[in-house]
């Protein structure tokens, strides 16, 4: 039986991999899509083989990941997700700086025009502590409401396919979500401490938009566990899945990230 769940992560992680291939190097450096750091917005060349070499590895792993849509063990394709994917990050760091060294273009900051941090307001941060708590506080409230066994995975229907103990279910789910806010907080110390990995090089947009743009990411992946965990709870007392739910969310999540984007382009054009 498919675990439709994990399908639908896999093939979108499948599709993300195929675009960062496929179009990062068409549509050029950007602050929202693609391998966005200090080196590959130094120069298109080290964009380009970075975000092909990216998006050949992911794409190369999505398909490793296959036989996991076969199956219900959802903490373990996480954990093979996740864990391979943290791991290439610095690989792809030093690729990319590699390639710069190479170009004879690489900007340091021991240069005689230091790269100074980029530093953010501490809402930024404050927001995705703020989005973790509310889930804790949801869980607190909630955990005694459910059942020795919860209903965890569903099919298309809002059937479902996949049970896991109360405690199970709780400890991985608060597992899981505790990741963004901590990609926040790395975020927020690789810009003042290595401000080299998110400087937007001959890029025409604010120097702390890529690092706003990617807390906004995780906040955003944070609200969709949110919902995740109020439609399972809502299913344990009502019996019934709300999938529309999720339409909603991707309909908020859709308006801060039109907001960004439209600064951006108006950076761009020099508004």
Request: net charge positive; charged share 10%.
């Amino acid at each position: 039986m498919i675990n439709w769940l994990i399908f639908f992560i896999n093939t979108t992680y499948l599709f993300t991999g195929v675009l960062e291939l496929w179009l990062a190097p068409k549509i050029g450096p950007n602050p929202y899509f693609g391998f966005k750091v200090g080196y590959t917005f130094a120069d298109r060349e080290v964009w380009n083989r970075t975000n092909r070499l990216a998006g050949l590895i992911i794409i190369i792993h999505a398909i490793m990941l296959c036989p996991f849509i076969f199956t219900k063990f959802f903490v373990y394709y996480i954990l093979f997700l996740v864990v391979p994917t943290v791991a290439f990050i610095p690989f792809e760091l030093r690729y990319s700086a590699h390639l710069l060294e190479l170009r004879g273009a690489k900007t340091s900051q021991s240069s005689e025009i230091p790269i100074s941090p980029v530093v953010v307001s501490l809402a930024w941060p404050a927001s995705s502590v703020l989005l973790f708590l509310l889930l804790l506080i949801l869980e607190l409230m909630t955990y005694s409401h459910f059942s020795s066994l919860v209903a965890t995975h569903f099919d298309w229907n809002g059937t479902p396919n996949g049970w896991s103990t109360r405690s199970e279910f709780l400890l991985t789910f608060t597992s899981i979500s505790s990741i963004f806010p901590l990609i926040s907080f790395i975020l927020i110390f690789v810009s003042r401490k290595y401000p080299i990995f998110v400087h937007p090089g001959k890029m025409r947009f604010p120097r702390d938009v890529m690092v706003k743009a990617s807390i906004l990411s995780m906040n955003a992946g944070l609200m969709i566990m949110l919902l995740t965990y109020i439609s399972i709870y809502m299913y344990a007392i009502t019996g019934t899945f709300p999938s529309n739910l999720v339409y909603f969310s991707f309909a908020f999540l859709l308006i801060p990230l039109a907001y960004l984007v439209t600064k951006w382009k108006k950076s761009e054009r020099g508004d």
